[in-house]
């Protein structure tokens, strides 16, 4: 069974940049869709970005779209996602998540990471 582990969360100004990434163990990210999700405090967990295992295919929740971007390296087990001009809204847990269909529907989801936390300050 896959696992997901994720890093490069953090404390940041309003306007800045992040990246996560999010590597797989286990198994091959090559098997998987990978995608984020977050979930604000008192809100619930939603779609931020996902991306086939194959092909340029990738999807925005509309928030983020031009500001953030989703890529991989399989080569090093690992999807990343690259956030940028950072808002105070963005705040919240970022999860990464594997599946093996695309696009990454909640239910059909096998793997979640345990989120790591972004912080935007205003």
């Known amino acids: 069974q896959v696992q997901l582990v994720e890093s490069g969360g953090g404390l940041v100004q309003n306007g800045g940049s992040l990246r996560l990434s999010c590597t797989t163990s286990?198994?091959?990210?090559?098997?998987?869709?990978m995608g984020w999700f977050r979930q604000a405090p008192g809100q619930e967990r939603e779609f931020v970005a996902d991306?086939?295992?194959?092909?340029?295919?990738?999807r925005y929740a509309e928030s983020v779209k031009g500001r953030f971007t989703i890529s991989r390296d399989d080569a090093k087990n690992t999807a990343y996602l690259q956030m940028n001009s950072l808002k105070p809204e963005d705040t919240a847990v970022y999860y990464c998540?594997?599946?093996?269909?695309?696009?990454?529907?909640?239910?059909?989801?096998?793997?979640w990471g345990e989120g790591t936390l972004v912080t935007v300050s205003s």
């Open positions: 998540a594997a599946s093996e269909y695309y696009p990454l529907i909640t239910d059909f989801i096998s793997t």
């Open positions: 286990g198994r091959s990210s090559r098997d998987y869709a």
């Open positions: 991306i086939p295992r194959i092909g340029s295919g990738t």
